[in-house]
């Protein structure tokens, strides 16, 4: 419902008495990241880390299979505060997701940083909200899927453990710190290794992220099929 209100209102703004598929794709991307943010302007060296960083996720992403497709890639700033982002969309409904799935999407997550430390052998503060969504994942991993052989298929903690002004955390837990320790050596050991197969993949196709970054830094959006048609070149060069 959102996205056709934003795609009327789009149209509307235009002058315009229908709605276009243009007006719907820009209302994909206004309902996830927010409006464009036409008065910020990044300096040159910070679109090109932009660019690598977005990359970084789109090549992560694929080069592994059970991965969704990339549909578009953007350094465009947004309301959200994001300064790119990369969007991917399942071809089919998805309602179960395997061990295997999930620590591909953490590598995906952590494919923009990756690149950052890669390329310019150093990290910015772009990628908090990667590593937030990672790390996040991996506990629900650990915590809550039973997917830590070393903890076994055990929950720990219940549905509503967040903690709350006033609420004890410690009462909140059904295990232990020893047990709070191995969660937490788990949900590193996760992402740790999310992290070295992300750069992993950067490293053995080093050729496509620089090209795609030129184009991306070039042309600020990327699309799907623009992406795949680089993808697939390099693979017929190969």
């Known amino acids: 419902a959102n996205i056709v209100n934003e795609a009327a209102l789009r149209a509307v703004r235009d002058g315009r008495k229908f709605a276009t598929q243009a007006d719907f794709e820009e209302s994909i991307e206004v309902v996830i990241a927010g409006y464009q943010k036409k008065n910020r302007v990044l300096s040159n060296k910070e679109k090109l880390?932009?660019?690598y960083h977005e990359i970084g996720h789109a090549l992560?992403?694929?080069?592994?299979?059970?991965?969704?497709?990339?549909?578009?890639?953007?350094?465009?700033?947004?309301?959200?505060g994001?300064?790119?982002?990369?969007?991917?969309v399942d071809e089919k409904e998805h309602f179960l997701m395997s061990k295997e799935e999930l620590e591909n999407k953490i590598a995906t997550f952590t494919g923009g940083r990756a690149a950052e430390e890669l390329i310019f052998h150093s990290i910015t503060t772009g990628a908090s909200n990667d590593i937030e969504r990672a790390t996040?994942?991996?506990r629900d991993m650990v915590t809550k899927y039973g997917m830590s052989e070393l903890l076994g298929p055990i929950q720990f903690g219940g549905d509503n453990d967040e903690v709350f002004i006033g609420r004890d955390w410690g009462h909140a837990r059904n295990y232990g710190e020893g047990v709070a320790a191995t969660i937490d050596q788990e949900v590193?050991?996760?992402?740790?290794?999310?992290y070295r197969e992300a750069k992993r993949l950067l490293q053995e196709n080093m050729e496509m992220l620089h090209a795609t970054a030129?184009?991306?830094?070039?042309?600020?959006?990327?699309?799907?099929?623009?992406?795949r048609s680089l993808f697939d070149q390099k693979v017929r060069n190969e």
């Open 49 to 51: 880390i932009v660019s």
């Open 60 to 80: 992560v992403a694929a080069k592994q299979t059970e991965s969704a497709p990339v549909h578009k890639i953007t350094i465009i700033p947004r309301t959200s």
């Open 82 to 88: 994001a300064l790119g982002y990369t969007m991917q």
């Open 136 to 138: 996040s994942m991996a």
């Open 188 to 194: 590193n050991r996760i992402v740790t290794d999310a």
């Open 214 to 227: 030129k184009l991306l830094v070039e042309k600020e959006k990327v699309t799907g099929d623009e992406f």
